[in-house]
């Protein structure tokens, strides 16, 4: 099993930047994929981003060039830099974990960026 816990949500002023971080409970190398998720009031998740265990990245359309996926295999860690947000960037993000076939999330954190 996998557990999940991301921080660093918060409410940021249109145009501004946050970093969110989700600490797993192992081995981020020993993971297939971790993504970031997005789900704003009314609207179906959204998929923002993924990186591999060996290091690839990917995003979607919405976010290229403004939000990047990193992470820190000492801390077991993987964080999203957004950077110019926008308030329809406002949503509740999760990261989720793909390990062994089965896939794990976190609680999530609510990211709220005012016009």
């Known amino acids: 099993q996998v557990q999940l816990v991301e921080s660093g949500g918060g409410l940021v002023q249109a145009g501004g930047s946050l970093r969110l971080s989700c600490a797993a409970s192992?081995?981020?190398?020993?993971?297939?994929?971790m993504n970031w998720y997005r789900q704003a009031p009314g609207k179906q998740r959204e998929w923002v981003a993924v990186?591999?265990?060996?290091?690839?990245?990917g995003y979607a359309d919405s976010v290229k060039g403004r939000f990047t996926i990193s992470r820190d295999s000492a801390e077991n860690t993987v964080y999203l830099q957004m950077n110019s947000l926008k308030p329809e960037d406002t949503a509740v993000y999760s990261c989720?974990?793909?390990?062994?076939?089965?896939?794990?999330w976190g609680q999530g954190t609510q990211v709220t960026v005012s016009s």
């Open positions: 989720e974990a793909d390990y062994l076939g089965s896939n794990y």
């Open positions: 192992r081995s981020i190398f020993s993971i297939n994929t």
């Open positions: 990186i591999t265990g060996a290091g690839d990245t």
